[in-house]
Nanobody, 121 residues
């Protein structure tokens, strides 16, 4: 099995910064794309940012220029550095990883448990 453990959420004031991390463990042959999603109260879960195993990144328009995604393949960890935070960034943040358990198996999606981020005005 696979576990994704997130850390780094919390409370911050508008304009502040937070860093999130998500470490994968378990039966892993290869991790393809990794990403961060968020779910605000009353809203659907949305993609914040993603990164391929080769390092190509993608960002939601709402966070471009403020958030930076990165990954350490040796540590099986993805990071999200969030700067210039705004109240509308308040949400539970989830990491997601596309994992292949064995070379001959397909890819499965796994989710972390979520970490709350609250930005006060």
């Amino acid at each position: 099995q696979v576990q994704l453990v997130e850390s780094g959420g919390g409370l911050v004031q508008t304009g502040g910064s937070l860093g999130l991390s998500c470490a994968a463990s378990g039966s892993i042959f290869r991790i393809n794309a990794m990403g961060w999603y968020r779910e605000a109260p009353g809203k659907l879960r949305e993609l914040v940012s993603s990164i391929t195993d080769g390092g190509s990144t993608n960002y939601a328009d709402s966070v471009k220029g403020r958030f930076t995604i990165s990954r350490d393949n040796t540590k099986k960890t993805v990071y999200l550095q969030m700067n210039d935070l705004k109240p509308e960034d308040t949400a539970v943040y989830y990491c997601k990883a596309q994992i292949r358990h064995r070379p001959w198996l397909g890819v499965n999606d796994y989710w972390g448990q979520g970490t709350p981020v609250t930005v006060s005005s």
